[in-house]
């Protein structure tokens, strides 16, 4: 490879490409339940309408007299371009050969489930499952930047029971472990900067593997009386280590760089990779207004500081997928509001603002920006025991501009998402 075409060091970069313009900053998800969705998950640690309050405050389970479970799928429906182009040579002049993906991010479902039972008058436990982060990012194999074409996928899924405890009419206390499952594929071609006898389908870095990390949550929440209230809950940083297998075509034995990729000529050998994900800290309020109207409101801080760079490992090689992140922490805040319009429906809405983290190192890797989130919903009570949501946001990301191996980028990332969530109490 010469002049200005991508260096192999640059092979782990896309990560985080696909929920950092598809979702919430950096490649956090936050799409928990259609009822959130439908307010922009403002007030979500304390509401506590359905039982998909699990997902955000485990004190909140102190609110329910029976039992109560919660289904919900979401739709992720993004609009992520990325465009550029490169020189051939050293100083030469641009080729016409563009840089430009217009389709980058795939649509994904994302599933949630949710169990809560009251023990007595002062215990409750509970059982979540969801997502907290997660990603997908799909360029051509002959995309020009070869080192950062092919697949980049991320599935995380947190096994959460939880145990709550009612103190007294005001003060509620929650506590959970936190199991979380990752499953995750980083695959690189060369592109057209594909050196002979190399075609651009070609594999110069492929690592995949499964693993496990695991963590604690905590909350509280205080009641002031039925109609104001407020919640606070903690989330802990999580290390997740992948195993799994690591191939490139590259002839076995090449180290292309400092930071790989090494060549292993298409055979698998085991590959390591620990991906840092970080703490979420959660304050929420909820005030009814009046029999018809209610406001609610969330601020989220996200430690996304713990998300320095991506390494991926072999036990002969040492390194061979190396990419600098340098993440800070980021924020989101959001405002909304709900309408109960008579004892059958409620009507909800609302607007939220996400803080990138990637200011410090913006990158092709991740094409993070700031953006804002519209949403709006409704809950129809089939009976006293059944209830459906439905919700729907858009996410307006802003246009960004980074400079990556001395090539100039623009991207930018809207997003359209929809769910749907079903709960039953007994």
Avoid: C
């Avoid at 896309?14 to 969705?37: P, R, Y």
């Avoid at 289904?71 to 990325?82: H, N």
């Amino acid at each position: 490879m010469t002049g200005r075409m991508f260096r192999p060091s640059v092979v782990g970069a896309a990560i985080a490409l696909a929920a950092s313009q598809a979702h919430s900053a950096g490649f956090q998800l936050v799409e928990h339940s259609a009822t959130g969705a439908g307010r922009v998950f403002a007030g979500e640690a304390v509401i506590a309408d359905n039982a998909s309050v699990l997902a955000r405050n485990p004190a909140a389970m102190a609110r329910f007299d029976r039992i109560s479970a919660s289904g919900a799928l979401t739709y992720i429906a993004p609009d992520v371009y990325v465009r550029g182009n490169y020189a051939t040579d050293p100083g030469g002049p641009v080729n016409n050969a563009s840089l430009t993906n217009n389709d980058v991010v795939p649509g994904a479902p994302v599933p949630a489930g949710y169990f809560i039972q009251p023990l007595n008058d002062k215990w409750a436990w509970g059982f979540a499952m969801f997502s907290n982060f997660g990603l997908a990012s799909e360029f051509p194999a002959d995309y020009p930047a070869g080192a950062l074409a092919g697949e980049t996928h991320l599935i995380t899924v947190n096994f959460n029971p939880n145990v709550s405890y009612r103190i007294n009419e005001q003060w509620s206390v929650g506590a959970g472990f936190n199991a979380v499952y990752g499953d995750a594929e980083l695959k690189r071609n060369f592109g057209v900067a594909a050196p002979d006898p190399y075609s651009p389908s070609n594999v110069s870095a492929s690592l995949k593997g499964d693993g496990w990390g695991f963590g604690w949550n905590i909350g509280l929440m205080w009641e002031l009386n039925e109609d104001h209230r407020f919640g606070l809950a903690y989330r802990s940083k999580i290390d997740v280590d992948f195993e799994g297998d690591y191939y490139s075509d590259l002839p076995e034995g090449l180290i292309a760089g400092p930071n790989g990729p090494a060549g292993t000529s298409g055979q698998n050998i085991p590959g390591e990779l620990t991906l840092n994900l970080p703490d979420m800290l959660e304050f929420s309020g909820y005030h009814r207004l009046n029999e018809k109207f209610a406001v609610h409101y969330s601020y989220m801080w996200i430690g996304w500081s713990t998300f320095q760079e991506i390494r991926g490992t072999t036990e002969e090689y040492g390194t061979v997928l190396q990419k600098d992140e340098k993440f800070s922490n980021s924020y989101r805040v959001g405002v909304g509001g709900t309408w109960y319009m008579n004892p059958k429906w409620e009507l909800r809405a609302g607007v939220s603002f996400d803080r990138t983290p990637s200011r410090t190192l913006p990158s092709i890797s991740i094409p993070d920006n700031n953006r804002w989130n519209y949403g709006a919903g409704a809950t129809y009570h089939w009976s006293d025991h059944q209830s459906f949501d439905a919700g729907f946001f858009f996410i307006h990301g802003k246009k960004g501009a980074f400079v990556e191996e001395e090539i100039p980028f623009t991207s930018k990332g809207n997003a359209y998402v929809i769910s749907m969530q079903y709960n039953h109490s007994f």
